[in-house]
């Protein structure tokens, strides 16, 4: 059975910093790209970047410079490092996999398998 958990959510204030993780298991995990995703209340879901298969990552203009995505192969393990996070930042986190990379991912394509949510909230 395929599962994706991301994990680490709460309550941050503003300016401070937070790591999300993404645990993956039932696929073969090096195989795939890992991209996080995030769904604020009342907007559509947004791509904010991905690490692919071949270790290269690609982030958008949201997550530049403040996000970091790191992946660890030995425990199928994706973690997205936020920085200075802003009160515009608060949304539902979404880790998912697919065989696709930046671009398709980038443009809400190429997954095959999400994960729930875990849900950030930044405090002003």
């Known amino acids: 059975e395929v599962q994706l958990q991301a994990s680490g959510g709460g309550l941050v204030q503003a300016g401070g910093s937070l790591r999300l993780s993404c645990a993956a298991s039932g696929f073969t995990f090096d195989d795939y790209s890992i991209g996080w995703f995030r769904q604020a209340p009342g907007k559509e879901r947004e791509f904010l970047c991905i690490s692919s298969a071949d270790g290269t990552t690609y982030y958008s203009d949201s997550a530049k410079g403040r996000f970091t995505i790191s992946r660890d192969n030995a425990k199928n393990t994706v973690y997205l490092q936020m920085n200075s996070p802003k009160p515009g930042d608060t949304a539902v986190y979404y880790c998912?996999?697919?065989?696709?990379?930046?671009?398709?991912?980038?443009?809400?394509?190429?997954?095959?398998?999400w994960g729930k949510g875990t849900l950030v909230t930044v405090s002003s």
């Open positions: 998912a996999a697919g065989l696709g990379g930046a671009t398709l991912f980038s443009l809400g394509y190429g997954m095959d398998y």
